[in-house]
């Protein structure tokens, strides 16, 4: 275990449903990020919190929502996903912006 | 914008011997991060090494080692002895000192066969 936990490691969702990633950090980082990581497609960055407010939105669609309800706790709610979003979504932290990260390992999604 | 490349998609190497990954990158920034993540089917990305750019030693860890060449940004992975565990795909990873995200290269699949 990293000191980065993520749930669940496995999820199959409708294109109707809602459903939500969870990330939790032990580590006392200030920052924490989500990557969307698809087959033979580098590391897409998604989102960047610093203290708990975002900083980067890296032009994702509406349907991905996150919520950073303390610098422990990340969340990636998800809502009318399409197929093109499947993919291991991971969530990392880091103890300050510019600095190396602590990756979780990760939530497989696919969206049926 | 920064851009890490990474020109080996695969590599395989026999259990024991030593293996180069290499990895490029652009940036105007002069001083910066780079990082080698790995990771193995579990899926789970570790932090192999981590170098400081305005330090000229190129950093070790045990069996893991880099030569960093800033001149021509140029970021070579080294891993001696290989073992079957070291089997992983391999990022190459980049940071600003001004910037907040960490900019990944395509990443190489590196296969140690026994």
């Known amino acids: 275990e990293t000191g980065v936990t993520q749930t669940p490691r496995h999820l199959v969702m409708g294109m109707t449903n809602k459903k939500s990633l969870k990330c939790e950090q032990h580590l006392g980082h200030n920052a924490m990020y989500w990557y969307k990581q698809s087959a033979k497609k580098p590391l897409e960055l998604m989102f960047v919190?610093?203290?708990?407010?975002?900083?980067e939105n890296n032009s994702v669609p509406s349907r991905f929502s996150p919520e950073c309800p303390n610098s422990s706790h990340l969340f990636l709610h998800l809502h009318t996903l399409q197929p093109e979003d499947s993919a291991l979504y991971l969530c990392a932290s880091s103890p300050r912006l510019n600095y190396g990260y602590t990756f979780g390992s990760g939530t497989r999604l696919t969206v049926v | 914008a920064q851009t890490v490349t990474q020109s080996q998609p695969e590599m395989s190497v026999q259990e024991a011997e030593t293996v180069t990954l290499s990895c490029t990158y652009d940036t105007s920034e002069s001083n910066y991060y780079l990082f080698w993540y790995k990771q193995p089917p579990s899926r789970q990305m570790i932090l192999v090494i981590r170098q400081e750019a305005y330090k000229q030693q190129n950093a070790t860890e045990n069996r893991f080692s880099v030569n960093f060449q800033k001149a021509a940004k140029s970021f070579s992975l080294k891993i001696s002895d290989s073992q079957l565990g070291d089997t992983a795909m391999y990022f190459c990873a980049f940071i600003g000192t001004s910037g907040s995200r960490l900019t990944f290269g395509e990443g190489t699949q590196l296969t140690v066969n026994p």
């Open positions: 919190y610093s203290l708990e407010e975002r900083v």
